[in-house]
């Protein structure tokens, strides 16, 4: 990670060591391996990592996946407002086997960038040179299932509409974390374990309108159509 650190690890993925870059806070050689190095150690011991946000309800884990900026971790801090917990920011480990779809839980602390902290009315003790705040720290938990996954994208509209599993492959497979695939036996894994997540698991495409203004509409919204829908509430596939 140029400007940071050297990380290394095998394997089994047990065990990450850290090289600094001379002059490096240890707490951002902290925040890179949480948010870089763990997931890429992860992938390489067997699990498959994307790149998300994420809360936990009674049903399971719903996953935010998007690029920088979207609005992941706006989106999650939001929901635990409400009645929901966050369960990860920036980087959602799982493993599908024959029972479910399984995530499991990584250590991280959500930031939000000033003005949405701001929005929320958080207390504000100390700015992070890197323009945001942080609200939360993960508060630990056991693995839980997987119960739907977002696809985020900024829009001229806010918009939620159900994905067909072949759309959302290809989809999903632009946020994931690897560090290699030279190894068959991994792209091998990898495909298989997609595969079953998006056979088993609801995908949906969901866009936000730039802003904050709207933010309280949309959440409604999300939790109504996606995180806690009633039956007749249930988005069509497209």
Not at 33 to 38: S, T
Not at 121 to 145: C, D, I, Q, V, Y
Not at 165 to 173: C, H, N, T, Y
Not at 218 to 236: G, K, T
Request: proline share 5%; with cysteine; aromatic share 8%.
């Amino acid at each position: 990670m140029p400007g940071c650190a050297h990380f290394r690890f095998s394997t089994k993925g047990d065990e990450v060591e850290a090289f600094p870059d001379p002059g490096v806070r240890a707490e951002r050689i902290t925040e890179i391996y949480h948010r870089a190095a763990l997931p890429l150690a992860l992938q390489t011991a067997g699990y498959e990592v994307l790149h998300a946000s994420a809360v936990s309800h009674a049903g399971g884990v719903h996953v935010f996946c998007g690029a920088s900026h979207v609005g992941k971790s706006t989106i999650a801090y939001g929901l635990s407002r409400r009645s929901f917990e966050v369960w990860a920011d920036d980087a959602v480990a799982f493993k599908a086997d024959a029972a479910a779809i399984t995530s499991f839980p990584l250590p991280f602390a959500l930031r939000l960038r000033h003005d949405v902290a701001d929005f929320f009315e958080e207390a504000r003790t100390e700015k992070s040179p890197n323009g945001k705040t942080e609200a939360l720290r993960h508060r630990g938990a056991g693995p839980r299932t997987i119960a739907s996954v977002s696809l985020l994208e900024r829009g001229s509209d806010s918009t939620i509409s159900r994905l067909s599993s072949a759309v959302s492959l290809p989809a999903i497979l632009y946020h994931s974390y690897y560090f290699s695939l030279d190894d068959s036996a991994v792209r091998h894994r990898m495909t298989d374990q997609f595969l079953e997540l998006v056979a088993r698991v609801p995908l949906f495409r969901v866009t936000l309108r730039p802003g904050l203004r709207e933010l309280g509409d949309f959440l409604d919204d999300l939790e109504r159509r996606v995180l806690l829908p009633a039956p007749a509430e249930a988005v069509s596939a497209t």
